[in-house]
């Protein structure tokens, strides 16, 4: 059974207050790891598909990256609007018919103060 | 429309009633997907449509839940005689499946209180 584990569970951080968000996983086959940013009350917003460890991606203060057995979100100096909860997910083996079932972590709920 | 479109947005309903969803996903995308996020969980996988067929329904929790699609665009997912423990945000995503890069877009979740 594939499984995700977040940590931590919350953060706070002061503007500009870099850190890192991890995500350890396991599944038989990965078939891409995604992260999503969810504000309050919204459905998740895609942020970042990696497949193969040592794969980066980065989009304005996010960078994230990949090994066998966990991702890390790494945010640099981070402003108040980037407060959100930030969501991991594998894709394991493909599904009957296609598709990419995801298995979900429980989030860290990040919160960036001035 | 621009992106996945789920209504209602909140419903309250009384424990025992029937409750329909409704997700409209992006125009063109074949595959759909319904999860379910309660309090303090993860989403959870509940049920995935290629077209209008569901491959895969394993993560239907009971047999009160049914979700069908039509003309491989909107789905409606179905909780028959509600139970307090379905009180969750049921949320609605879309994909093109055939590639490799399949994000799966969200929509913004219908909020389901049975009281």
């Known amino acids: 059974e594939d499984q995700v584990t977040q940590s931590p569970e919350a953060l706070r951080l002061q503007e500009g207050e870099s850190s890192s968000l991890n995500c350890s996983y396991t599944v038989s086959g990965l078939r891409g790891l995604f992260w999503y940013r969810q504000d309050p009350g919204k459905g998740p917003e895609f942020l970042f598909t990696?497949?193969?460890a040592g794969e980066e991606k980065e989009k304005e203060r996010l960078k994230a990256t990949l090994t066998k057995k966990e991702s890390f979100l790494h945010i640099t100096a981070p402003k108040p609007e980037d407060s959100a909860t930030y969501l991991c997910a594998v894709g394991g083996k493909e599904v009957t018919g296609g598709g990419n079932k995801l298995t979900f972590g429980t989030g860290t709920q990040l919160k960036v103060e001035l | 429309g621009a992106g996945v479109s789920q209504s209602p947005s909140n419903k309250v309903t009384e424990k025992g009633k029937d409750v329909e969803l409704r997700c409209d996903p992006i125009s063109g995308h074949t595959a759909l997907y319904w999860y379910r996020q309660s309090l303090g969980q993860g989403l959870e996988f509940l049920i995935y449509?290629?077209?209008?067929?569901?491959?895969?329904k394993s993560g239907l929790p009971s047999d009160r839940f049914s979700a069908e699609r039509t003309g491989g665009s909107v789905s409606t997912l179905t909780i028959q005689r509600t139970q307090q423990e379905d009180s969750a945000v049921y949320l609605c995503?879309?994909?093109?499946?055939?590639?490799?890069?399949?994000?799966?877009?969200f929509g913004q979740g219908t909020r389901l209180t049975v009281v």
């Open positions: 990696l497949y193969s």
């Open positions: 449509f290629q077209g209008n067929s569901a491959p895969d």
């Open positions: 995503a879309s994909s093109e499946v055939y590639r490799r890069d399949t994000e799966a877009f």
